[in-house]
């Protein structure tokens, strides 16, 4: 491999690695504002003791995803520096936007909401953890800004004389039709992934103390299991609500893509040969082969979805990869751009890999919905399951959202390919000129290795918490009665 594919796989590696920690923030902020919330409006104790444990989780998440992210960025400059020149005079603004306004809001109120029990007034402190939330949602958005011009390029001219794209309507950027669906279905997925959490986690706990209270003759509903029931059944009712709502903006998403990208709609169903209108496109959801056009068995097959994905007709005409790939030759191979000339893939995506990860995104999304539901349905009526199976549905309920998004953005950046920005600049010409095999590769071991050791911190300090469960009810003391010099006190 060369430095290019070197440098692709360490941006994966640490992107996918970050992204992991980026759903769950945005979902699980919104969660501990509901509980903080619902403890103001009544002040039961136990939407305090919710509050607090998942906040704590939440904190460890926050941590990791904050560390990991900042990389990201620095990329830009040592990895991908002929890039970063190309399109910086449009990507600086949205970055800028999302360090200084959401992620300042994001670490400022963030901190208050830590330090603030006993020291602000109640919905004061309440409104902090909301303050968070926006600005976990407004970070995506400044951040899928970015991104979605990579996908379709708008607001922009390009200059011959530097080479450069230049910014000419940042209200056209940050408006463009890919954001505009792309940040909805990223939200809803976001929920979903926080839902699925705070299922998995409180279902496990609910049935580990309603078998406690079983076997000491307790009353279940006297104990800490009735307050898990409650938690799991509403991030069973957010994850499927959001579920519902992934399913919608993707409906909507899919045929935008099809609209800027056909490429990628074409690859994420391995469709070589173009459907005309009239017959309906098949989607397999199941295929063996080799994918690459040689041989390939449908093994399961839904006549004529795929031509509503990409167009909202059941019998829409689909473009397939060899019209699009000759198509493209004619396009930007005739173009002269040394920018966007690409021989080697004939822009054409990794077949198997956007095939394979378009349908993993949608079977883990409606895995964890069945979930959501199976759990809604067995809590119902005051039930408290212990059904030894639940371990491993709680078990799934906060992986699976989490590998949908993943599996969803392998897909998008991918299916993208040879495209660092569609139309104007291929991934090959957007690699530091200057940086060598060897330290790409060096990078890239560090990364993985530091990075192999963060996830066993994470995952140590995430079951621990886990396991002690929330802590007992302590009433917060008044902020009137507090000293006012007496020192802060980490809450966590």
Same mark, same amino acid.
């Given at each position: 491999?060369?430095?290019?594919?070197?440098?692709?796989?360490?941006?994966?590696?640490?992107?996918?690695?970050?992204?992991?920690?980026?759903?769950?923030?945005?979902?699980?902020?919104?969660?501990?504002?509901?509980?903080?919330?619902?403890?103001?409006?009544?002040?039961?104790?136990?939407?305090?003791?919710?509050?607090?444990?998942?906040?704590?989780?939440?904190?460890?998440?926050?941590?990791?995803?904050?560390?990991?992210?900042?990389?990201?960025?620095?990329?830009?400059?040592?990895?991908?520096?002929?890039?970063?020149?190309?399109?910086?005079? !449009?990507?600086?603004?949205?970055?800028?936007?999302?360090?200084?306004?959401?992620?300042?809001?994001?670490?400022?109120?963030?901190?208050?909401?830590?330090?603030?029990?006993?020291?602000?007034?109640?919905?004061?402190?309440?409104?902090?953890?909301?303050?968070?939330?926006?600005?976990?949602?407004?970070?995506?958005?400044?951040?899928?800004?970015?991104?979605?011009?990579?996908?379709?390029?708008?607001?922009?001219?390009?200059?011959?004389?530097? /080479?450069?794209?230049?910014?000419?309507?940042?209200?056209?950027?940050?408006?463009?039709?890919?954001?505009?669906?792309?940040?909805?279905?990223?939200?809803?997925?976001?929920?979903?992934?926080?839902?699925?959490?705070?299922?998995?986690?409180?279902?496990?706990?609910?049935?580990?103390?309603?078998?406690?209270?079983?076997?000491?003759?307790?009353?279940?509903?006297?104990?800490?299991?009735?307050?898990?029931?409650?938690?799991?059944?509403?991030?069973?009712?957010?994850?499927?609500?959001?579920?519902?709502?992934?399913?919608?903006?993707?409906?909507?998403?899919?045929?935008?893509?099809?609209?800027? =990208?056909?490429?990628?709609?074409?690859?994420?169903?391995?469709?070589?040969?173009?459907?005309?209108? /009239?017959?309906?496109?098949?989607?397999?959801?199941? @295929?063996?082969?080799?994918?690459?056009?040689?041989?390939?068995? @449908?093994?399961?097959?839904?006549?004529?979805?795929?031509?509503?994905?990409?167009?909202?007709?059941?019998?829409?005409?689909?473009?397939?990869?060899?019209?699009?790939?000759?198509?493209?030759?004619?396009?930007?191979?005739?173009?002269?751009?040394?920018?966007?000339?690409?021989?080697?893939?004939?822009?054409?995506?990794?077949?198997?890999?956007?095939?394979?990860?378009?349908?993993?995104?949608?079977?883990?999304?409606?895995?964890?919905?069945? !979930?959501?539901?199976?759990?809604?349905?067995?809590?119902?009526?005051?039930?408290?399951?212990?059904?030894?199976?639940?371990?491993?549905?709680?078990?799934?309920?906060?992986?699976?959202?989490?590998?949908?998004?993943?599996?969803?953005?392998?897909? @998008?950046?991918?299916?993208? =390919?040879?495209?660092?920005?569609?139309?104007?600049?291929?991934?090959?010409?957007?690699?530091?000129?200057?940086?060598?095999?060897?330290?790409? !590769? @060096?990078?890239?071991?560090?990364?993985?290795?530091?990075?192999?050791?963060?996830?066993?911190?994470?995952?140590?300090?995430?079951?621990?918490?886990?396991?002690?469960?929330?802590?007992?009810?302590?009433?917060? =003391?008044?902020?009137?009665?507090?000293?006012?010099?007496?020192?802060?006190?980490?809450?966590?």
């Amino acid at each position: 491999m060369d430095a290019t594919d070197l440098a692709r796989w360490q941006f994966a590696i640490t992107t996918v690695y970050h992204f992991l920690f980026v759903p769950i923030t945005i979902g699980m902020s919104f969660v501990v504002a509901v509980f903080h919330t619902a403890w103001v409006r009544t002040h039961h104790p136990q939407w305090m003791r919710l509050a607090k444990f998942f906040g704590r989780l939440f904190l460890i998440n926050f941590a990791l995803g904050l560390v990991t992210g900042i990389v990201q960025e620095f990329q830009f400059g040592m990895n991908w520096s002929d890039y970063s020149r190309f399109v910086g005079d !449009i990507f600086g603004a949205p970055l800028a936007m999302e360090a200084l306004l959401a992620f300042f809001l994001e670490s400022t109120f963030l901190g208050l909401w830590i330090f603030g029990w006993g020291r602000l007034p109640e919905k004061l402190h309440a409104a902090t953890i909301w303050a968070v939330h926006i600005g976990t949602v407004l970070s995506s958005y400044f951040i899928l800004t970015a991104n979605s011009f990579m996908q379709h390029p708008v607001g922009y001219r390009f200059n011959p004389v530097s /080479g450069r794209a230049e910014l000419t309507d940042f209200f056209a950027v940050l408006t463009n039709k890919v954001q505009l669906v792309t940040f909805p279905h990223v939200i809803f997925s976001a929920y979903m992934t926080g839902g699925g959490v705070v299922m998995g986690v409180a279902l496990w706990l609910m049935r580990r103390e309603a078998k406690r209270a079983h076997r000491d003759a307790h009353d279940v509903a006297g104990t800490d299991a009735a307050m898990y029931r409650r938690a799991t059944r509403i991030g069973a009712v957010l994850a499927l609500v959001a579920a519902v709502g992934v399913v919608v903006s993707g409906d909507r998403q899919g045929k935008i893509m099809t609209e800027v =990208q056909p490429m990628k709609m074409a690859a994420a169903e391995a469709l070589y040969d173009s459907v005309p209108a /009239g017959r309906g496109a098949p989607f397999s959801v199941l @295929t063996v082969g080799s994918l690459d056009g040689s041989h390939a068995k @449908t093994i399961i097959e839904i006549p004529g979805l795929l031509s509503y994905l990409a167009t909202g007709r059941f019998d829409g005409a689909v473009q397939g990869i060899n019209e699009l790939k000759a198509q493209y030759a004619r396009t930007y191979g005739a173009s002269g751009n040394r920018l966007v000339a690409d021989t080697a893939t004939g822009y054409v995506p990794n077949i198997p890999t956007t095939y394979w990860t378009f349908r993993l995104m949608i079977g883990l999304g409606i895995a964890t919905a069945l !979930i959501a539901l199976a759990v809604l349905w067995l809590t119902r009526k005051g039930a408290t399951p212990t059904a030894r199976w639940l371990t491993y549905a709680a078990v799934a309920a906060p992986l699976l959202p989490v590998f949908a998004n993943s599996f969803a953005w392998i897909f @998008t950046e991918v299916g993208r =390919q040879p495209w660092i920005v569609f139309g104007l600049m291929t991934t090959a010409h957007g690699v530091s000129p200057s940086v060598s095999t060897g330290e790409v !590769i @060096t990078s890239m071991v560090v990364f993985t290795l530091l990075y192999g050791a963060l996830a066993v911190v994470e995952v140590k300090l995430f079951l621990h918490y886990v396991r002690k469960g929330a802590e007992p009810f302590e009433q917060p =003391q008044d902020p009137a009665d507090r000293d006012e010099d007496a020192p802060l006190v980490f809450a966590y």
